[in-house]
């Protein structure tokens, strides 16, 4: 097997470099600049009139991962570039798929779904995305499946509910948090009563692995475990010697924001993949990472 993996410089690229490493997968990264640690890799901006045909042959790759997708924090949601990587995802497919290549991967996301049915399953919850973003994600898949189909190229969806990890954003939820209770960044409230679906990054990883040798399909990318936010917020002040009331003693609701959002990962266990790093030994390693 050879990948040509896409977004390899972004938060989840680089632990899924790391994973097919550990591997023992070859690769070859392509995007605007060179991820640390990888070795193949072609210089290429996929939103600039790249040439997909010649990507796709230099790369001499059997499997396509790809993870690229505008993802500034708090902008992607509503942002036109989401129409931009949703042409650009199609049109790399349909070269993958012209050169034999053998399976496509590609990153999806929780935000296609419904989020009113709270628990998300693959084959029942609805697909009525309330974003732009979401939108073009679940656009994407259908044309990227329908070409892969059409070609009887293999195609595996992956939609990722809350990622965590090394490497996160600062802006995002639990970084956030970090910095309130080191005292580097005033306090906010959290819909403190709100149940997600956080998954550590190197699991997330390592599902696209598993996706990478078995599996067709749409499949959830998530740890099937609600954590309540409230919860949340108590065990990261207790392991950070912080009182928790600084953050749950402002007001915090979310008019609109679902009260639980969850996958359902039966899909992904039957292929024989397997959650590994628990919520605890994830924040930990965050914390470190913030405090060094």
Known sequence: MRVLLTGGSGFLGRHMLAAL????????????????????????????????????????????????????????????????????????????????????????????????????????????????YGAAKDATRRLAMAVCRQHGMPCAWGRIFLPFGPGESGQRLIPSLIDVFDGKRAPFGVNAGACRDFLHVRDVAESFVTLLHRGEGAFNISSGE???????????????????????????????????????????????????????????GMIDEARS
């Open 21 to 132: 490493r550990r591997h023992g997968i070859e690769t070859v990264a392509v995007g605007r600049r060179r991820p640390e640690g990888t070795g193949d890799f072609i210089e290429a901006d996929l939103l600039a009139g790249a040439d997909f045909a010649e990507i796709v042959r230099d790369a001499g790759a059997t499997h396509l991962l790809h993870l690229a997708w505008y993802a500034e924090h708090g902008k992607y949601w509503t942002s036109p570039l989401n129409l931009r990587w949703a042409d650009a995802t199609a049109r790399l497919a349909e070269a993958f798929c012209e050169a034999d290549g053998k399976k496509a991967v590609i990153a999806g996301t929780c935000a296609e779904y419904d989020w009113s049915h709270g628990i998300c399953l693959e084959d029942a919850t609805p697909l009525e995305p309330a974003t732009l």
């Open 226 to 284: 609600p954590m309540k936010l409230a919860d949340l917020v108590t065990l990261l002040a207790e392991m950070m010697d912080a009182d928790p009331r600084a953050v749950l003693g402002l007001p915090g609701a979310r008019p609109g924001e679902p009260p639980l959002l969850i996958g359902d990962n039966t899909k992904l266990r039957a292929l024989g993949w397997e959650k590994r790093t628990a919520l605890r030994e994830g924040l930990q």
